[in-house]
């Protein structure tokens, strides 16, 4: 069975069109399908695996607190945990809404027969208007483009689903409070739309985040008060539902919190959810080489042996997602034991430092992220030797990794 080499994901991994690339990666997935019951028993590449009952134990924690309906992140393929399987996995535990941050990733879920109602929290055109009302696509607005789709579905006979994001601080995507009571009230008036909510999101600064919700409650107050029904609000990621119980309101849109990490290290110290990650890296050692004295590791010899030692040859790279800039700082799991990463992390490899009397060898599994015996490596402490958020280590892992449920 042929497969996509890593030469082959460097080049798809930059193709332009992000429908052309949830295909590509969709066929990978369907190419691994018939693999995986040889995954983790034979080769060495690496693969992602899945805690589905992690996921479901991070939601229920979730619903605990927030006692609304949740509307589950899984934008970025799942935050790096597959949107496929996310998706179908939260389908099947009976998740009220699930969020996505391209329209393509709306349409691959429904493709692949999630029903659950998905909210595009991303940009349209209005190309894209015919595809969102077929496939029964809530779709976030807060530009004149509402104009489009209210025109596509007249002529489709129906109704398209919108939410309205309102801009109340954080400058990005959404029409500023300041000027949206009368976009409210124009998209109120076009005929082919029905308003199913509105939202706002919250910049995740503990005093601001008040004054936002002031602001984006103030505006609901007036709409409502000229007789427009808003249907559902919501404005509380993650770091809402831990830190501003107020920002609830009638749902809760987690992300980070679904896959078993927290917002900030305030919240990851206070470990209120008890949360349980979702995801493991791992791979096999490929290979075991012996250095003498003199003997350099890698490119521009960053490494030199000073003595005899081993060294275990890890079959991942930045092309996988995993950080390049970790070494001396970074650690891998091998047989429980952590080994310190030597010399450059490459676009296929990284090499591991073993003991002189190291009895690693040849197919060993190693966890890169995840649990070993009584060690573990965390998103989070990964994130501390990069300089970079746990979110963007889970995120970053390549879509072509196979990803295995248990």
């Known amino acids: 069975m042929s497969k996509i080499s890593r030469r082959n994901f460097l080049f798809v991994s930059g193709i332009g069109s992000a429908s052309l690339f949830a295909h590509a990666v969709d066929s990978r997935r369907t190419l691994l399908e018939s693999e995986e019951k040889s995954i983790g028993q034979q080769g060495c590449d690496p693969w992602i695996e899945l805690d589905l009952e992690n996921m479901t134990w991070n939601l229920n924690q979730i619903r605990k607190v927030a006692r609304v309906p949740v509307m589950a992140v899984i934008k970025a393929n799942g935050y790096g945990h597959g949107l496929v399987e996310m998706g179908k996995h939260l389908e099947k535990v009976g998740i009220d809404f699930l969020m996505v941050g391209k329209l393509q990733e709306a349409l691959l879920l429904r493709e692949k027969g999630v029903s659950s109602p998905i909210l595009n929290f991303g940009p349209f055109s209005n190309q894209d208007a015919k595809a969102i009302i077929q496939n029964n696509i809530s779709q976030s607005v807060f530009n004149q483009k509402v104009s489009g789709l209210s025109e596509a579905a007249l002529n489709l006979g129906k109704q398209a689903k919108v939410h309205i994001h309102v801009d109340t601080g954080m400058s990005r995507m959404g029409i500023s409070y300041r000027d949206a009571l009368p976009y409210i009230k124009t998209v109120f008036s076009l005929k082919g739309i029905l308003v199913e909510g509105i939202s706002t999101a919250l910049t995740e600064d503990d005093e601001f985040d008040k004054e936002q919700l002031k602001r984006f409650l103030n505006l609901c107050k007036q709409a409502e008060k000229a007789g427009m029904s808003l249907g559902l609000k919501h404005a509380a990621s993650s770091d809402g539902v831990l830190d501003l119980p107020s920002s609830h309101l009638d749902m809760v849109r987690p992300g980070i919190a679904l896959y078993g990490y927290y917002p900030s290290e305030k919240t990851q110290k206070e470990d209120r959810l008890?949360?349980?990650?979702?995801?493991?890296?791992?791979?096999?050692?490929?290979?075991?080489?012996t250095l003498h004295p003199g003997d350099s590791v890698s490119y521009h010899r960053r490494y030199t042996a000073q003595k005899m030692e081993k060294i275990?040859?890890?079959?991942?790279?930045?092309?996988?997602?995993?950080?390049p800039n970790v070494i001396n700082k970074g650690f891998v799991l091998i047989k429980g034991k952590?080994?310190?990463?030597?010399?450059?992390?490459?676009?296929?490899?990284?090499?591991?430092?073993?003991?002189?009397?190291?009895?690693?060898?040849?197919?060993?599994?190693?966890?890169?992220?995840?649990?070993?015996?009584?060690?573990?490596?965390?998103?989070?402490?990964?994130?501390?030797?990069?300089?970079?958020?746990?979110?963007?280590?889970?995120?970053?892992?390549?879509?072509?990794?196979?990803?295995?449920?248990?």
């Open 312 to 323: 275990a040859i890890i079959p991942v790279g930045y092309s996988d997602g995993y950080p």
């Open 338 to 406: 952590r080994f310190p990463l030597i010399a450059a992390v490459t676009a296929n490899h990284c090499a591991a430092l073993l003991g002189e009397n190291s009895s690693v060898s040849l197919g060993d599994e190693v966890v890169l992220l995840g649990n070993q015996g009584n060690e573990k490596i965390t998103a989070e402490e990964i994130a501390g030797w990069a300089e970079v958020s746990s979110y963007k280590i889970l995120i970053s892992l390549s879509p072509f990794l196979p990803r295995i449920t248990k």
């Open 274 to 289: 008890a949360l349980k990650p979702v995801l493991q890296l791992k791979c096999r050692v490929a290979d075991v080489k």
